[in-house]
Nanobody
Framework: QVQLVESGGGSVQAGGSLRLSCATS????????MSWFRQAPGKEREGVAS????????YYADSVKGRFTISQDKAKNMLYLQMNNLKPEDTAMYYC??????????????????WGQGTQVTVSS
């Protein structure tokens, strides 16, 4: 059974950095794409970044390009999201997800079968 557990969230001031981690189990790295999503109160869940687990391709939402970096450590079964130059609009619950099958749907939440419980990120101005 696939399990995803996020950690690393917290409260920072604008301009600060956080590194989110997602501990995985159950062959998640065979699911082609693993991603980070976020959801702010009253807003839809949005794709932030994705990585092709069988290669090195990465994908980012325009709002985080140049500030966020997604990476994986297959030996440790870990997924990461390094977030730099954080802005108040980055405040949200961040989720790790696995199961999308192609790059065309990496940002579509409904294409993911497996989800973590989320970790809160709060950025103050």
């Amino acid at each position: 059974q696939v399990q995803l557990v996020e950690s690393g969230g917290g409260s920072v001031q604008a301009g600060g950095s956080l590194r989110l981690s997602c501990a995985t189990s159950g062959y998640t790295f065979s699911t082609n794409f693993m991603s980070w999503f976020r959801q702010a109160p009253g807003k839809e869940r949005e794709g932030v970044a994705s990585i092709y687990t069988r290669g090195i391709s990465t994908y980012y939402a325009d709002s985080v390009k140049g500030r966020f970096t997604i990476s994986q450590d297959k030996a440790k079964n870990m997924l990461y999201l390094q977030m730099n130059n954080l802005k108040p609009e980055d405040t949200a619950m961040y989720y790790c997800a696995a199961g999308a099958l192609n790059s065309g749907v990496w940002a579509t939440a409904s294409k993911y079968k497996y989800w973590g419980q989320g970790t809160q990120v709060t950025v103050s101005s």
